[in-house]
C-alpha cells in the first residue's frame, strides 16, 4: 500500500538561522507537523480513542537529508509518501520543493501503540482496520 498526501507550509523568520535560511532542525517539525495534518483531513487525530482508551502513533524513527537551503516567506510544497510496512507500522517519505526544486528529504516511522491509563510506558498494537481503509483511500489534498 502507497498512496501520497501534500500540502503546503509557509517558511517563518522564527523558523531562520542568523543567516536567514530555514533552521536543519525544522524540517523535522515539518514532517511531524504534515503527518499531523494528513491525519486531520483524513478525519483522525495524534491521540485517538476507542472502547480500550487511547491510542496513537509515536514514532519510531527519523531522518532527513538536505539539498538546497530556503529562506523565509517562501513556500514548501511538502509531499507524504504514505505506506504500511507491516500490520503495526506507518511509513512516511517526505519531498519538501520550493519553486519545483528538491529542498530536502526525510523520513518517519511510526508504530501503532496503546496509551495506558496507568502513565506506563505505551505498546504497539494493530493497526486497527477504520485506519487501514483510510490508507488506502487517503485523501491527496492539503492545506496551504
Not at 24 to 39: G, K, P, S, V
Not at 126 to 137: A, N, R, T, V, W
Request: charge should be negative; aromatic fraction near 12%.
Amino acid at each position: 500500500m502507497a498512496t501520497k498526501f501534500t500540502t503546503r507550509r509557509l517558511v517563518q523568520f522564527a523558523d531562520t538561522d542568523m543567516a536567514g535560511i530555514a533552521h536543519f532542525t525544522n524540517y523535522l517539525r515539518y514532517m511531524e507537523e504534515a503527518e499531523h495534518e494528513f491525519l486531520r483531513a483524513n478525519g483522525l487525530s495524534v491521540v485517538m480513542y476507542d472502547d480500550r482508551g487511547s491510542y496513537g502513533f509515536p514514532k519510531m524513527a527519523v531522518n532527513c537529508s538536505y539539498h538546497r537551503p530556503v529562506k523565509h516567506e517562501k513556500w514548501l510544497d511538502v509531499e507524504l509518501a504514505i505506506s504500511t510496512s507491516d500490520q503495526k507500522t506507518i511509513d512516511y517519505a517526505c519531498e519538501f520543493h520550493c519553486e519545483g526544486e528538491l529542498i530536502a528529504k526525510g523520513t518517519i516511522k511510526v508504530a501503532c501503540c496503546r496509551f495506558p491509563a496507568d502513565g506506563s510506558f505505551p505498546f504497539p498494537i494493530p493497526i486497527p482496520d477504520h485506519i487501514l481503509k483510510i490508507l488506502d483511500g487517503v485523501s491527496v489534498g492539503g492545506g496551504a
